[in-house]
């Protein structure tokens, strides 16, 4: 645009200077709105643009699509690229590991992982009660998932004790997600062979045969 290479810090400085652009991270700016002062870009935008490959994940991915009950203080972004995590306009931006192959979309401008990706992230990584809590409520809210992208997901992982949580999770919430028999069947069959505590050091939890993991009733949730 400006025709001379050495011109641009300049230029950069210069539009920072009077407003027109910020500075979010480094070599990554944004417009600015001239009558509201704030990024043109929202965080979801923000967060799946600091590098080529990265895109939304967890938690955050819910809150894309619109379905998580409130809004968190954190984008969480998915990347190869190692990042110090950083604040920007009072939202935290925190880098998470990004899991090869893993099925993404764009979503209101905004790269994010799939929904059945996102659930099996989330069951994957949810920390304590409260963080499974919160994974609850947003599948709560979903629409009908799709039972051979939740496995080709499950598959990508590899993870025996995933497909425990998974199972027990999506089968104490059937009346939300309606999933036929025939996934269940699959998960116990990559079940760990192994009995799993869900919440380390939890009260409550209930020993459940059919997928040997004690953990907590979530059918009144």
Known sequence: ???DRSAVAYLVNDYQRKGYIDRIHRN?????DAETGDPVLNRYQIGSRLFPEAYVALGSAFEVWGYAPRRGSEVFVATGTRFTDFRYNGVFYRRVHAKAGAS?????????????QTVVDSLHSFQGEAGLEDVVECIMRLPRLDEDKLLECLERYGNGYLYQKCG???EQLQEYVGLPEEFYRE???HCA???R???KGAEGLVYHKGWGVYGPCLKNE
């Open 193 to 195: 062979s192994t009995v």
């Open 168 to 170: 027990y999770v999506l």
């Open 28 to 32: 990554l700016y944004t417009v600015m």
């Open 197 to 199: 505590y869900m919440i």
């Open 187 to 189: 998960c116990r069959e």
């Open 1 to 3: 645009m400006v025709g």
């Open 104 to 116: 993404t979309a764009w979503v209101a401008g905004t790269r994010a992982t799939g929904l059945e």
